[in-house]
C-alpha cells in the first residue's frame, strides 16, 4: 500500500493565476479506486468521530473501491446535504483525516477528494433521478438565512415531513458559498445544483426577503402560522481597523469585494452589471482563508503585485496550509510583521499607500500566540491603491434587533444550547450566527442537531 495520497490534477499555478475556473481538477475513476484501497476499512473508523455530520466514511469508501459509485453517494447523502461543497472546502486535515489510522504512518486516507468524487459523479451522472419529495404534513417551519446551516436544516425537516420555507436577504442563496467562497475554489453552478436537489424535495426558498424587515420572527410565529423558527443568518458583517483613511476609494471590506466578484460576477464586467475596481497593487490586511480568497481574486482580476500584510509572522497565519501554499505559487507576496497604520489618499480621495509600522514577536498572550509588539520609528508606505480589510466579521444584527426576548451575548451572537434552543420559545439558532466565524461543515452539523430538536418540540407541542 502507497503511504501517500494519490494525488489530484490541478491547473499550473501560471495558468490558473489569471483565470476564475477551478484550480483542483478532481479525481478520475481509476485514481480514485487506487486511493479508496487505502482505506483499512477500521471496525472502529476513528475518522467518524472527525465529521461533525458524521458520515459512514468506511462504508462509502468500500463502495467507491468496488467501483460502485451510486451507493457511495446513497451512503453519503444519508447525512450530508451538500457533499460536492464539502468535498471542496472543509478543513479536512483538521476533522475526519486528522483521525484517519493511516495517517499515524503516511498521508492519511484523501476522504474529502473521494467525497468529492462520488459527489461530482453523481452530478454530472446523465442517468440520475430527481429526488422524491417528501409528504410536507407533519407542520411548517421557517428558516433564515439559506447558507450551510440553513439548508443542512432545511433537507433534513423536510425529509421528516414538515413544509419548510427559507427567506434568504440576498437574490441567491448559498450564503458564504455563493457570495464568498470564489468560483476558483468551489464553482457556482455545484452549489446552485446541490440547491436544487433540496427543491426536488419540496423546499421552498424565498430569497429577496429581510427577515427583520419584510417579516419579524414574531409575525412569522404568530400571523403566518410557523410551528418553529431556525435562525442561521451568519456571521456577514466586515470588521474594520478603524485607522485613519479608511473611507477613501479603493478600501474593501473582504465581504464587498468578494460578493462583487463571485456573487454579482463582476470579473465578466461589462458583460455582468456590476463593476470592481482592483487596482495595480493591492493590499489585503490579514491572514485568514479570506485574506488568501481576497489576494487570490485581486491577482485574477489583474492586479501586478498583490500583498498580504499581517502583523504576525507566518506560524501564526490562521489561513489553512493549502491555502497559503495555493497564494504563494501564484504569486502572492506576505509582508509579515507588518502592522497597517493609517491610509494614505491622494487628492482626489483615492488610496495611494498603506502606512505601516514594522512588528516583532513578544510573549505568548491570552489567545497562546506571540504578542505582536511595533518596533519604534520603523514606518514606511507600501505603495499600493487599493486596500483590502479581511480582519474578520461578526453577526448580522437585524433579527437579534427585532426579536424581543432573544438573548445574544456580548458579541452580538444568539446564545441558543447544544441542540440550537434559544430564550425564546420555538426559536432555534445554529451555525456562525450562534459560534461566531467558524466553518461549512460545523455550521451544517448545527443545523442537522436543531433540524432533530425542532422535530421533537414540534411533535411534542402536538401532544404526539
Ligand atoms: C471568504 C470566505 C471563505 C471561507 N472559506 C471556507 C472554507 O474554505 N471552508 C470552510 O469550511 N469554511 C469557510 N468559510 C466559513 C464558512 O463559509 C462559514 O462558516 C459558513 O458559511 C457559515 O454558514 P452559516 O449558514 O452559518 O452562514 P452564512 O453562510 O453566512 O449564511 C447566512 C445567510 O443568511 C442570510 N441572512 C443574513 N441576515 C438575514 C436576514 N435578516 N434575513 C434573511 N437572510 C439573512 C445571508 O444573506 C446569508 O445568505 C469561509 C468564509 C468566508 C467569508
Ligand atoms: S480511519 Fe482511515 S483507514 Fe480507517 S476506516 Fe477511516 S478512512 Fe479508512
Redesign the pocket.
Known sequence: MSWVKNKMPEQEPQERRRNFSEVALGYAPDTAQSEAKRCLQCKTAPCRQGCPVGINIPEFIKHIKDGDFDSAIAEIKTKNNLPAVCGR???QEDQCEKYCVVGKRGEPVAIGRLERFAADQFRLSETKQPAQPAELNQGKVAI????????AAAGDLARLGYKVTV????HA??????????EF??PKEIVASEINELKELGVEIMVN??????FTIDELLNEEGYDSVFI?????LPHFLEIPGENLNGVYS??EF?TRVNLMKAYKYPAAGTPVHAGQNVAVVGAG??AM??ARTALRLGAENVYIVYRRSEDEMPA?AE?KEHAKEEGVQFRLLTNPMAIVGDDKGWVKGLECIRMELGEPDSSGRRKPIAIPSSNFVLDVDTVIMAIG?GP?P??QQTTPGLEVDRRGNIKADENGQTSKEGVFA????VTG???????MG??KKAALAIHEYIQKKKGC
Open positions: 472546502v472543509c478543513p433564515i438565512g439559506a447558507g450551510p446551516a440553513g439548508l427567506m434568504e436577504a440576498l442563496p448559498g450564503g458564504v458559498l455563493m457570495y464568498g467562497i470564489p475554489r468551489l426577503a429581510i427577515v427583520g424587515k419584510t442561521s443568518t451568519g456571521a456577514g473582504a465581504n468578494l482563508n479570506v480568497d481576497a489553512r491555502e466579521q448580522n437585524l433579527v445554529g451555525g456562525d450566527i466565524a467558524a466553518t461549512v461543515i460545523l455550521a448545527a443545523g
